[in-house]
């Protein structure tokens, strides 16, 4: 059970931290304002999407958060993963840009399912 829990917090606070520092380079970085413009998406998205990138940060990290809001969270990081990724190899970005998502997909998926194996503890 132990292992479990160290596993999930690590995972969960390499997303979490991965996507709050991400969402401060959207707000700050013209490099990565310039990065959406090569993707061909609108100056509003990087905003829209770093606003949702620290609520769902922190709906992964605080524990009073309601079991669906969580959920929530984790399909929108995964919708954003998996769009990340389509996105750079459309875009004929070099090979490791687009990888990198599907490393932090992985990742995700290693949070979801020890977050799940502890909620199954915890009803046992």
Do not use: C
Not at 12 to 41: C, D, P, R, W
Not at 50 to 64: D, E, F, N, R, Y
């Amino acid at each position: 059970m132990k292992k479990d829990k160290i596993i999930y917090w690590v995972t969960t606070g390499i997303v979490a931290a991965m996507m709050v520092f991400s969402a401060y380079g959207y707000f700050t970085n013209q490099e990565m304002k310039g990065a959406f413009v090569h993707l061909g998406f609108p100056n509003y998205f990087r905003i829209e999407l770093g606003v949702m990138k620290i609520l769902g940060a922190l709906a992964l990290i605080l524990p009073m958060v309601p079991k669906k809001l969580k959920e929530f969270a984790y399909f929108g990081f995964a919708l954003t993963f998996i769009s990340a990724f389509i996105g750079h190899y459309a875009s004929d970005d070099p090979l490791p840009t687009p990888i990198m998502p599907l490393i932090f997909l992985g990742i995700l998926a290693a949070s979801y399912i020890y977050k799940n194996k502890i909620q199954n503890y915890n009803q046992a």
